[in-house]
């Protein structure tokens, strides 16, 4: 190998490095939580997020939509529809890169059902928390 070529493989390398240092985090692809749940996601062109949700304890995929902000370690909110129920579920997190160069997704999320009543609205909401690792 030349000179020149060394070169030229030494600054692709800085710029790898750099960019790799930025820790730019991805939302799109295949996620996994540790209690099994799936989510699949993907950006469209207008910049919105679609996909799919797969809780560990449901056999169908149910849609998913959402919005996020640009950036490095972007923030996002999801709203997942409940195809089999009436509950809706909505997930809001951030992006981040991890220091061996992997990628989590850290949300917190509510699980909605409908109240007969309004006084029983107190007892209609779940709230949780679930870290998200690539599939």
């Given at each position: 190998m030349t000179l020149r070529c060394l070169s030229r493989v030494t600054l692709f390398l800085l710029v790898a490095l750099a960019a790799s240092a930025q820790g730019v985090c991805n939302l799109s692809g295949h996620w996994r939580s540790a209690h099994g749940t799936l989510l699949e996601i993907n950006l469209t062109d207008n910049g919105t997020l679609t996909g799919s949700y797969q809780s560990s304890s449901s056999l169908p995929k149910f849609t998913m939509v959402g919005v996020h902000q640009h950036g490095n370690q972007p923030t996002f909110a999801l709203a997942v529809k409940d195809s089999t129920s009436v509950s809706v579920r909505v997930l809001s997190g951030q992006c981040y890169t991890t220091p061996d160069g992997g990628m989590t997704l850290v949300t917190l999320w509510?699980?909605?059902?409908?109240?007969?009543?309004?006084?029983d609205d107190w007892q209609t909401s779940r709230i949780g928390a679930a870290t998200f690792m690539r599939n």
């Open positions: 509510i699980l909605r059902a409908p109240a007969a009543k309004q006084t």
